[in-house]
């Protein structure tokens, strides 16, 4: 027998009289008969002699951990493995084939935690005008067209971009005729991002005819929406974003819903969760995270050790209901599909941000400081050569000797690029919420997969080591499809993620 070790890879997870390894890179779960606890606490290592010493289970126990990457040869070089992996799954330049395209930075809400207009820091709001636009969408469709993915991608973003709807139709014409010349260098997905509060009868229609997808920020029952949601007055706008929302799904636009996992949502989620999947039956909803504000007295916190609970909770309820959760399937689905997240945004090599006055940038949420914007749409540079680009191109937790210690590895993608920066003034930063969230979910996701499989097999488990399949992983999905045709699955949902295989192939 080769001499073996535990995989580096490898953490182990106790709960009363149940142990549980998982490797971290290949994103294996092995649940362990409790007889052999003692056996594999004092094991370091093996040789051929100490295999005529083993019982029948302790073999089996060997053969199997062996087999799925939890025992190792004694010199394997790990680390060597992952950059392998590196070196055969990140593009090795930036691959563009996303545009967020500010149409404005002005809003007719005056929402508590808004990202943009708080780090705008009262500075005015600007509108695209359309010569702008023109060069925005041609200096998109010449990176596009070099770019290898067969599907491109353009946000209308803001500010709310329906206070500049004559922009914001040239804008969907002008991109369909890209798309239908061939310029783009694929077909085209269209997404506008709005509050939904100036949809129109004749907006929802021209929307729908050029087949436009909607985010609309809803967060949840009118009580709950309008908390933070709000007007400059101060009235609420639930009653106007609810109204948009479905006046566009009756005129045939596929809708989603956007909602902002803040100090309103959190406490009330599983009510927010069940009446966006009964009452406004989306089929799909983004709880996203909270970014960080630049300026400190303008933040707008929740204390960790509640994001991750109510987090998971949120999940519980939109399994029951078939919901898709965006951002929380970005954390479930490498777990179960055994697929390694190697990034977690777009911004990171494949995407480019357009402001009004056309300065060109890698992340809106450094929009108001301009960190980060490397040019503007009149300039010809190849922004696949650009040093900031590379930089964030390479931006991975793999790459991280730190990170390659945490549980949490394949399914965080490094949380966001900005967050990190915000809190540490360094791009490859932790994004201190993602990392607390990812792990949570982990060990969340261990224990309730022992569960699931408990129920269905009397004195599980009945070999002396059972490793799980993705097949009985998939009943952590509970009534939500696992193969969901979604808009966004495979341009952000889905982003970045490489199938693991086994963890020393």
């Not at 061939?182 to 021209?206: D, H, K, M, Q, Y």
Request: net charge negative.
């Amino acid at each position: 027998m080769t001499l073996l070790k535990k995989s580096k890879f490898v953490h182990e997870l106790r709960n009363d009289n149940r142990l549980a390894w998982f490797n971290s890179f290949n994103l294996k779960v092995a649940y362990i008969r409790p007889e052999l606890t003692s056996f594999l606490e004092q094991l370091t290592w093996l040789d051929s002699n100490h295999e005529q010493q083993l019982s029948e289970m302790e073999r089996q126990a060997i053969h199997s951990l062996t087999s799925d990457g939890f025992l190792v040869p004694i010199n394997a070089n790990e680390d060597e493995l992952v950059e392998e992996m590196l070196r055969e799954s990140m593009d090795k330049t930036p691959d563009i084939h996303i545009l967020k395209l500010f149409l404005t930075t002005r809003c007719n809400f005056n929402c508590k935690y808004c990202l943009i207009i708080k780090n705008l820091k009262g500075i005015q709001g600007e509108r695209l005008d359309v010569e702008t636009l023109e060069k925005a969408l041609d200096f998109f469709a010449w990176h596009s067209a070099k770019s290898s993915r067969k599907r491109k991608t353009i946000f209308l973003y803001g500010g709310e971009p329906l206070t500049n709807p004559e922009v914001m139709m040239w804008a969907i014409r002008r991109a369909r005729e890209l798309e239908a010349e061939g310029t783009l260098g694929g077909e085209l997905e269209l997404i506008l991002e709005t509050n939904g509060s100036l949809i129109t009868p004749e907006v929802a229609e021209f929307l729908a005819r050029n087949r436009v997808i909607l985010i609309v920020s809803l967060d949840g029952p009118e009580r709950i929406h309008n908390c933070m949601r709000t007007y400059s007055d101060g009235s609420g706008t639930f009653c106007d974003a609810i109204r948009g929302y479905r006046l566009a799904r009756e005129k045939g636009c596929v809708a989603v819903v956007s909602t902002v996992f803040g100090p309103h949502v959190a406490p009330n989620v599983s009510e927010v969760v069940t009446f966006l999947a009964r009452e406004v039956q989306t089929p799909s909803i983004g709880l996203d995270l909270l970014h960080i504000i630049e300026t400190p007295e303008e933040r707008v916190e929740i204390p960790i050790e509640l994001v991750v609970e109510r987090y998971i909770e949120a999940f519980k309820v939109a399994r029951k209901e078939g919901l898709y959760v965006e951002h929380i399937m970005r954390r479930i689905r490498p777990f179960v599909e055994e697929s390694r997240r190697l990034k977690d945004c777009p911004a990171c090599g494949s995407r480019i941000v357009v402001a009004p006055d056309g300065a060109v940038g890698l992340c809106e949420g450094f929009i108001g400081s301009r960190q980060y914007f490397i040019g503007n749409v009149t300039d010809t540079q190849d922004l696949r050569k650009n040093s900031w680009f590379l930089e964030w191109n390479n931006r991975t937790p793999f790459r991280s000797k730190t990170c390659r210690e945490c549980i949490a590895l394949s399914i965080c993608g490094g949380g966001c690029v900005y967050n990190a920066y915000v809190q540490y003034t360094d791009i490859h930063g932790v994004d201190d919420t993602i990392c607390a969230t990812s792990r949570g979910f982990i060990n969340w996701l261990i224990e309730d997969l022992y569960r699931l499989l408990s129920e269905r097999t009397q004195g599980f488990p009945l070999m002396s080591v059972h490793v799980a399949s993705v097949q009985e992983k998939r009943n952590l999905y509970g009534r939500i499809p696992p193969n969901l045709d979604l808009p966004l699955l495979q341009t952000v949902s889905k982003y970045a993620e490489r199938p693991a295989g086994g963890c020393h192939e």
